[in-house]
């Protein structure tokens, strides 16, 4: 396939590209064998890093043709042009040339059953007038909630470590894991819908509104997950088969109506932007449980385990750093005091770029290019599905020194205020900003907010920690095996 695609001789010169114009390595082998054969590689014979490792060498190239999962019989086409460097990459930000209808997950998208029969945010296109909305109607509610975020993240996040300093001192692990799927969406829930959502009542969620979540979103993301904890012939099955939305509608009607039932202010600025309203509480939903909760139940623990491994002298600075900013914000973490800690940025910054939460962005061509890596320009032409696996572009050694290396200052003074604009964990430049015309996430400025907020708040009431590591990959599990008071 690949070597038999037609090569534009005049491409390069066309996009005004020096660099050499090279046919796309790689090709997709037989119908059907080659996608089972590239996924079988992917989660089980090679594992995820090497997969692409092994591509780069063996095609001497950043840019070149493979499957990606899950493959049949859940994806029709698997067929993708893999870009892995820095340069490359960018073009999956650009809707001027790629379209980004449907490709949320790649190849393969999840039974709408799962989303109330609607086609959320995340998978609708910029030329979609749905997308612009929706979009719009999330900016806006992120800034109307704007100053809820902080307190309310501090009172959640309170109560799980008084838990966990209560577990410590009856010899029983301190879970964080487990506490990072209640603090990391409650405080989202109170500040959007404004209601506890452990407040008694109907609909209250008591601590369940993580793992709900996570029930309800799981299946979606099972066909392209790995290394689950699960043996490899039942992870195969489930790359294979969609499981079906009833065996998760309990935990998505509890979550549903608690945002029918509460969030009547954010309703009712949808109606205003004429956004229907099952269709808001769907999007709503979408945005708090698995946009939100999703990425920050992946990033909190990475992060504070990447802390925990540099380990006592940079807990001790960040706790430094993080007492003497907050003392002129009466001992609070505020978006000023947050401002005041340029160690504590760049450490979050580096956990970005060291492991990005949400690692896979697809787009579609939508007419012929022409796209560059470090060496070599290639032909893309118009349908053709282009794909990045971002922690490995994250590990250019041609942008960022060490790269494998978590070096918390590296974002620090003005040589590391320049490497932030390659830093794309949002899907787009963290430069450059999320709009209606774009896909980068909606929620980019409350994120960073919010993870130098929860290094804050850690530092704030702990001096130093150690933890304990259960599993690996997505089975991962931490706990915290001691906590050092300030
Ligand atoms: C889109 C990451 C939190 C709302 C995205 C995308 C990424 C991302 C990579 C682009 C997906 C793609 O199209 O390829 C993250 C991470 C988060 C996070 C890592 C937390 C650590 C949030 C929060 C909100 C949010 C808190 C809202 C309150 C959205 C929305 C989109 C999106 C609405 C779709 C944007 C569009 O379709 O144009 N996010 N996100 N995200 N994110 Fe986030």
């Not at 609708?124 to 929706?134: A, Q, V």
């Not at 939508?366 to 282009?386: N, Y």
């Not at 922690?391 to 290396?405: C, L, S, T």
């Amino acid at each position: 396939m690949a070597s038999s695609l037609p090569i534009a001789q005049s491409a390069a010169a066309v996009s005004g590209s020096n660099l050499p114009l090279r046919s796309i390595p790689g090709d997709y082998g037989l119908p059907l064998f080659g996608a089972i054969k590239d996924r079988l590689d992917y989660f089980w014979l090679q594992g995820e890093e090497k997969f692409y490792q092994s591509r780069v060498e063996k095609y001497n190239s950043t840019v070149f043709r493979t499957n990606m999962p899950p493959g049949p019989p859940l994806a029709k086409d698997a067929r993708v042009i893999c870009v892995l460097d820095q340069k490359s990459f960018p073009i999956l930000f650009d809707t001027t040339k790629c379209e980004k209808k449907d490709v949320f997950l790649g190849t393969y998208m999840p039974s709408l059953d799962y989303t109330n029969g609607y086609r959320v945010l995340s998978y609708l296109d910029p030329s979609e007038e749905r997308h612009t909305k929706l979009k719009q109607w999330c900016f806006d509610l992120v800034k109307r909630n704007g100053r809820n975020f902080l307190p309310d993240f501090h009172t959640e996040i309170e109560k799980s470590m008084d838990l966990w300093e209560a577990a410590l001192a009856k010899g029983e692990k301190a879970d964080l894991s487990q506490e990072v799927q209640v603090f990391a969406i409650n405080f989202l829930l109170r500040s959007i819908v404004h209601r506890d959502p452990a407040a008694p009542g109907e609909f209250s969620l008591g601590r369940n509104a993580g793992a709900f979540s996570s029930a309800w979103s799981n299946p979606q993301l099972l066909p392209i997950a790995g290394a689950t904890g699960l043996p490899h012939p039942v992870e195969e099955v489930l790359h294979t088969i969609a499981l079906p939305f009833k065996s998760v509608k309990e935990q998505y009607d509890a979550i549903f109506n608690f945002i029918k039932t509460y969030a009547a202010d954010e309703l009712r600025e949808a109606a205003k932007l004429g956004i229907e309203k099952n269709d808001a509480v769907t999007n709503l939903m979408f945005f708090i449980s698995f946009n939100g909760y999703g990425g920050f139940n992946i990033f909190f623990p990475q992060l504070t385990g990447y802390i925990a491994k540099c380990g006592p002298e940079l807990m001790q600075e960040l706790h430094a750093e993080v007492t003497a900013a907050v003392a002129a914000t009466d001992g609070k973490v505020t978006p000023k005091a947050l401002e005041n800690m340029p160690l504590l940025k760049s450490v979050v910054y580096e956990g970005f770029r060291f492991r990005p939460p949400v690692p896979y962005q697809y787009a579609k061509a939508k007419t012929d290019f022409v796209i560059e890596s470090h060496v070599s320009s290639f032909q893309v032409k118009k349908g053709e599905m282009l794909f990045g696996y971002q922690p490995y572009v994250m590990h250019d050694g041609r942008v960022f020194e060490k790269p494998d290396e978590f070096l918390p200052r590296r974002f620090m003074g003005s040589e590391g205020e320049e490497l932030i604009q390659n830093v794309f964990w949002s899907n787009g430049r963290e430069t450059e900003d999320p709009t209606v015309q774009n896909k980068q996430c909606a929620g980019k400025d409350l994120v960073v907010t919010m993870s130098r907020a929860y290094v804050a708040e850690m530092f704030l009431r702990y001096k130093e920690f150690t933890m304990d590591v259960e599993g690996s990959g997505n089975a991962l599990k931490l706990f915290f095996s001691g906590l050092k008071r300030a």
